[in-house]
């Protein structure tokens, strides 16, 4: 199947409501055109650098998210093109980036990234440090940032009822964080998890947002 045919399979499929994220990290400027002929306008990139790259040769509509771990010193590099970061994974880079979205008079939609995963590699608040930080008042007063809501990934693991146990205890917290911390505010709504293998499940535990790449523009090139 094209590009095209891939996206619009997938959109076919999604409920009303659930938007589709195009993962175009290592795929070159042609394939993100494909998908965006195609009517594709939100893509992800994971390395600052190479959305820095890519952003100024593509349309100005398309909306970027960034999704990959996210260091410190490269928050400046993605400040004009990123429109949402999904991986704010800590107290520190949420401050740094309401500080850089200050300096370049931008608003920035940001997502708490929690770590339900098995894997230690992978990034994020665990789920009592996010309530903690909600409670000790971190996630206020930020002029520059909306928090619209929470991403996670699951464990990467053939037994699906973990990875929907995973996705439970992210919508379960997001619930949380809505009715305790964010009550009345209609930018916290989305839930930012599934990827091509489990994204069927993850829909069923009520995600807004998935993450797809592979199943849209094939294997990664290097």
Known sequence: ???AQNIERITAQLPHGVRLVAVSKFHPVEKIMEAYG??????G????QELAAKAPQLPTDIEWHFIG???KNKVRMIMPWASTIQSIDSVELLKLVNKEAARVNRHVNVLLQLHVAKEQTKSGFTVEEALKAADEGAFNDLSHVTIAGVMAMATFTSD???VASEFELVHDTFLTLRDKHFAGDPHFKEISMGMSDDWHIAVKHGASLVRIGTDIFGAREY
Not at 38 to 43: D, M, N, P, V
Not at 45 to 48: D, F, I, T, V, Y
């Open 45 to 48: 990139e994971n390395r600052a």
């Open 160 to 162: 699906m009822d973990q």
């Open 69 to 71: 771990h996210l260091q």
């Open 1 to 3: 199947m094209s590009i």
């Open 38 to 43: 195609a009517g594709q306008r939100i893509f």
